[in-house]
């Protein structure tokens, strides 16, 4: 994980140096839609619960991003970084992503800050096809009789076949005159 995105932050680095190239604002995108994504990836496996080793190795992962994102000098503290940029610290969002699968997807009470998470309190998620797609037999599910004319519409391509129907929809609308007086009348 660290080898991935230390070399996604120096690719990073040779399109958007911290004084040209990129601005904050599309460095702090870049950041938060594909490294921060990459983080939390698995972390059901591996960060629960988070060592503090694993801790450390994580903010020094986010503080490079954060040094390039707010050109700041690198003798500035990570949780500096952190709050001035209001981005949550990495091993922060990989404990709540951990809870989060463990929970939700694998039903398996969780601990966090002293919070139990236990699965029966949450509704469960929306259950996939339980047959597979091979199996879906199309000509059970289609009906195969005939729709009476009278229930069907008469729309066709954006307009009604019946022209006296459309006047009045355009009457109702207030489009077949140009002007509108102010008493009402037209």
Known sequence: MKTKLTHLHQKITRIA???WGLNKDLRRRLYKTVAERMIPHGAAAW???LSARQSRLLNSIQRKFLLNITGAYSTTPTAALQVI???IPLHIKAEQEAVYVRTARLRKTSNYNNINFNPNNYEDGTIS???HPAIFQLEDRISKKAIPSSTRSQYLHGRFKDRRQNRQRLL????RHNKIRMDGAT
């Open 47 to 49: 960060a629960y619960p």
């Open 17 to 19: 140096g911290t004084n």
């Open 129 to 131: 096809t339980k047959f």
């Open 85 to 87: 940029e209001g981005i």
């Open 172 to 175: 109702c609308h207030g489009r």
